[in-house]
């Protein structure tokens, strides 16, 4: 909902920016639903700017894909679409599956370590209710596997992926039976990392985005079909 919405001022930041990241990550959350109007004049109301920056903001939301301009009605947020979950999840896997390729090859204990110390904090999140801290917690142990590889080039490809990956995630960890599949998926990459079994990690790897996007298309053709009820 809009109205959850609260502006924290960066001073190194310009303001549109500064509302870009707010609009941005409520979107990412659900916090701004798919298909909810961002109108200017309330946005501007709500966070206490001008409607220039949230114009601009809108703008950018929208070169990003989580924004779409329908004639007569305006900026909504954009729908979640199975095919965009597709296009996300193709490349993510074949990132992925480079990124395990060339760990198995130079992971340091160091790094395994610390790989399994946020799979750790991954499950420690599941207790409660807070699925941001669950989403993040995913993300962390996967960054960290990105940055094992040592690619610049691929690390930076996978971050600029990432907030549209955050979206999908978020969608996935709504369902609390997700959770401990998720736990399991990652101790399973894990083992085959700790063993440096390159094939056991890839099919681990394939194995943990194949289930979730089966699962959130799944989810998406239900409320397609409620829709059009």
Same mark, same amino acid.
């Given at each position: 909902?809009?109205?959850?919405?609260?502006? @924290? +001022?960066?001073?190194?930041? %310009?303001?549109?920016?500064?509302?870009?990241?707010?609009?941005?990550? #409520?979107?990412?959350?659900?916090?701004?639903? %798919?298909?909810?109007?961002?109108?200017?004049?309330? !946005?501007?109301?709500?966070?206490?700017?001008?409607?220039? %920056? *949230?114009?601009?903001?809108?703008?950018? /939301? @929208?070169?990003?894909?989580?924004?779409?301009?329908? %004639?007569?009605?305006?900026?909504?947020?954009?729908?979640?679409?199975?095919?965009?979950?597709?296009? *996300?999840?193709?490349?993510?896997?074949?990132?992925?599956?480079?990124? *395990?390729?060339?760990?198995?090859?130079?992971?340091?204990?160091?790094?395994? @370590?610390? !790989?399994?110390?946020?799979?750790?904090?991954?499950?420690?999140?599941?207790?409660?209710?807070?699925? *941001?801290?669950?989403?993040?917690?995913?993300?962390?142990?996967?960054?960290?596997?990105?940055?094992?590889?040592?690619?610049?080039?691929? +690390?930076? +490809?996978?971050?600029?992926?990432?907030?549209?990956?955050?979206?999908?995630?978020?969608?996935? /960890?709504?369902?609390?039976?997700?959770?401990?599949?998720?736990?399991?998926?990652?101790?399973?990459? !894990?083992?085959?990392?700790?063993?440096?079994?390159?094939?056991? #990690?890839?099919?681990?790897? =394939?194995?943990? +985005?194949?289930?979730?996007? $089966?699962?959130?298309?799944?989810? /998406? =053709?239900?409320? $397609?079909?409620?829709? $059009?009820?």
């Amino acid at each position: 909902m809009i109205e959850t919405l609260h502006l @924290e +001022i960066n001073e190194y930041l %310009p303001l549109r920016d500064v509302v870009f990241q707010t609009l941005r990550q #409520a979107i990412l959350r659900g916090d701004i639903r %798919p298909g909810e109007r961002l109108m200017e004049i309330h !946005l501007a109301k709500k966070l206490g700017v001008s409607r220039t %920056p *949230v114009r601009e903001a809108l703008r950018m /939301l @929208e070169l990003e894909g989580l924004v779409t301009t329908i %004639p007569r009605k305006g900026a909504v947020v954009a729908e979640i679409t199975i095919s965009d979950l597709e296009d *996300v999840l193709e490349v993510r896997l074949a990132l992925e599956e480079l990124a *395990v390729q060339i760990i198995c090859k130079k992971l340091t204990k160091e790094q395994l @370590e610390e !790989l399994k110390a946020l799979a750790a904090e991954f499950c420690s999140t599941l207790d409660g209710d807070n699925v *941001v801290a669950c989403a993040e917690a995913d993300m962390k142990f996967h960054d960290a596997i990105y940055n094992a590889t040592g690619n610049r080039r691929l +690390i930076q +490809i996978l971050n600029n992926l990432r907030e549209q990956m955050y979206r999908y995630r978020m969608e996935y /960890l709504k369902d609390k039976e997700s959770h401990q599949v998720l736990a399991q998926e990652h101790e399973e990459i !894990l083992q085959a990392l700790e063993a440096c079994d390159e094939q056991k #990690a890839l099919e681990a790897t =394939s194995r943990h +985005i194949a289930r979730q996007k $089966e699962h959130i298309i799944a989810e /998406l =053709s239900r409320r $397609e079909g409620r829709e $059009e009820e």
